[in-house]
């Protein structure tokens, strides 16, 4: 198992901030134990959101399922 930014989100501010930063950090950490850059795919997944990707396929956006564009 993978600790990540224990300290960190100690400052998020509320339950619901720390709860957004755990989640973010969690998908940056398994972008790069899956070898994929994270700002790469923080980039493209954010790009295909904002473009209307369907709800029903959003599994294929998670860090495991990224393929470089």
């Known amino acids: 198992p993978q600790t990540i930014t224990r300290k960190n989100a100690l400052f998020a501010g509320s339950d619901g901030g720390g709860k957004?930063?755990?989640t973010i950090a969690t998908l940056l950490q398994t972008a790069k134990?899956?070898?994929?850059d994270?700002?790469?795919w923080l980039a493209q997944t954010l790009q295909r959101i904002?473009?209307?990707w369907p709800?029903?396929?959003?599994?294929?956006l998670l860090p495991f399922n990224h393929h470089a564009a």
């Open 20 to 22: 957004t930063w755990a």
């Open 33 to 36: 134990m899956n070898g994929v």
């Open 38 to 40: 994270p700002l790469a």
């Open 50 to 52: 904002a473009a209307g």
């Open 55 to 60: 709800h029903r396929d959003l599994d294929h």
